[in-house]
T-cell receptor, first 114, second 111 residues
Framework: DSGVTQTPKHLITATGQRVTLRCSPRSGDLSVYWYQQSLDQGLQFLIQYYNGEERAKGNILERFSAQQFPDLHSELNLSSLELGDSALYFC?????????????FGSGTRLTVV | GIQVEQSPPDLILQEGANSTLRCNFSDSVNNLQWFHQNPWGQLINLFYIPSGTKQNGRLSATTVATERYSLLYISSSQTTDSGVYFCAVKRSGGSNYKLTFGKGTLLTVNP
């Protein structure tokens, strides 16, 4: 157990739907990062939050949004889902905002859009 | 952005063999990590090694930051070592805090 908890582990949904992925960071970590792993794009950075505020954005689609709550857990919202959104979504956390002591990854949420 | 190249892309070994995986990166980094993604998709952190050498059991890693490469050594490989090995780096300086991943090395260890 890495200490980063992601739920659910698996999600199957239909095109056009909206889903929410949840992440609880490792105790003491203030930063949360979201990554998407698809077969053709590899592991891509989506977005980072630090202590409740958005810190950096990567290749995140406008249909996707995220937030970090006061208890530091984070949610990634995916809407108007398309077949191409099927992927593994990882959450990672780090102590500071710059990952200076390494990043710890959760087990991922496998999203299948049918 | 920073480029991360891993080699070889694929590697097939017999159980008990040794192997070396390489990661080259195009800019100065202050974070480098090696991960193992198992067949179930879990990303397991192997080493946090922005510089120097570390060992953990049959695995060891060396990063030569000045020459912008890192090596992961696997000795006496076992079938459970199979999976994809990723190198990921964070560029020094700036406001970009993301980890950039290489495309990985797919390791298959046969019994």
């Amino acid at each position: 157990d890495s200490g980063v908890t992601q739920t659910p582990k698996h999600l199957i949904t239909a095109t056009g739907q909206r889903v929410t992925l949840r992440c609880s960071p490792r105790s003491g970590d203030l930063s949360v990062y979201w990554y998407q792993q698809s077969l053709d794009q590899g592991l891509q950075f989506l977005i980072q939050y630090y202590n409740g505020e958005e810190r950096a954005k990567g290749n995140i689609l406008e249909r996707f949004s995220a937030q970090q709550f006061p208890d530091l857990h984070s949610e990634l919202n995916l809407s108007s889902l398309e077949l191409g959104d099927s992927a593994l979504y990882f959450c990672a956390s780090s102590v500071g905002g710059q990952g200076g002591y390494g990043y710890t990854f959760g087990s991922g949420t496998r999203l299948t859009v049918v | 952005g920073i480029q991360v190249e891993q080699s070889p892309p694929d590697l097939i070994l017999q159980e008990g063999a040794n192997s070396t995986l390489r990661c080259n990166f195009s800019d100065s980094v202050n974070n480098l990590q090696w991960f193992h993604q198992n067949p179930w998709g879990q990303l397991i952190n192997l080493f946090y090694i922005p510089s120097g050498t570390k060992q953990n059991g049959r695995l060891s890693a060396t990063t030569v930051a000045t020459e912008r490469y890192s090596l992961l050594y696997i000795s006496s490989s076992q079938t459970t070592d199979s999976g994809v090995y990723f190198c990921a780096v964070k560029r020094s300086g700036g406001s970009n805090y993301k980890l950039t991943f290489g495309k990985g090395t797919l390791l298959t260890v046969n019994p």
